[in-house]
């Protein structure tokens, strides 16, 4: 990780939001390393990047393709990663 230079992971199931995303977060001194609207690209983005911070959509309800599934991964990879 660069110093002083928080880093993030964004997931979200539609790619303009991850570009309007990523554009606020690079105002507040946040690097995007990686972004994906694929669940299941999560995990292993987060275990090879190593982020302090997910960002993620998280609408379970009206989940069309199961990414509320990998959500109970999440929390396994970032303690695997700390």
Known sequence: MTSGLRQALLFD??????DAVETVLRGV???VVG??????EVVPLVA?????LLVA???????ENEDSGCFGRF???????A
């Not at 199931?13 to 991850?18: A, K, M, V, Y």
């Not at 929390?75 to 990663?81: L, P």
């Open 48 to 52: 090879a990047r190593q982020p302090s």
């Open 57 to 63: 959509e998280i609408d379970i309800a009206h989940s």
């Open 13 to 18: 199931q539609h790619p303009i939001w991850l």
């Open 35 to 40: 972004k994906t609207v694929v669940a299941d």
């Open 29 to 31: 001194g946040i690097e």
């Open 75 to 81: 929390a396994w990879t970032f303690r695997k990663c």
